[in-house]
Nanobody, 129 residues
Framework: HVQLVESGGGSVQAGGSLRLSCLPA????????????MGWFRQAPGKEREGVAF???????EYADSVKGRFTIPKDNTKATMYLQVNSLKSEDTAIYYC????????????????????WGQGTQVTVS
């Protein structure tokens, strides 16, 4: 099992950039951060939560169409940290961003989907004006 903590949110002008971070605050049992799928989701006011990007144990990635070319999801297994680099921000990117993990022993992009994620952080607010 793992607990996730996000950081790095804030207010930024349109066209700007931010880097969000996700760290495992507590890992118990035989959980392997490096072998799991890790992802970012977001929820804008009045809208349902949506997938933004995720990365698997082989560093393969999946992005939502709305963020392709603007967002990247690097992961540093040596630091057990995942990031979301968000560039060219738009007002419609305003949302609470959540870090998530599939909680799988081994996970790949080809075998996972946006519905695979079941462990969530508390969220970090990103506001674009």
């Amino acid at each position: 099992h793992v607990q996730l903590v996000e950081s790095g949110g804030g207010s930024v002008q349109a066209g700007g950039s931010l880097r969000l971070s996700c760290l495992p605050a507590k890992i118990t049992g035989s959980y392997s951060y490096s072998r799991d799928c890790m992802g970012w989701f977001r929820q804008a006011p009045g809208k349902e939560r949506e997938g933004v990007a995720f990365i698997d144990s082989n560093a393969n990635t999946e992005y939502a169409d709305s963020v392709k070319g603007r967002f990247t999801i690097p992961k540093d297994n040596t630091k057990a940290t995942m990031y979301l680099q968000v560039n060219s921000l738009k007002s419609e990117d305003t949302a609470i961003y959540y870090c998530a993990a599939a909680g799988a022993r081994y996970c790949t992009v080809s075998g996972a989907s946006w519905d695979s994620f079941r462990i969530w952080g508390q969220g970090t607010q990103v506001t674009v004006s």
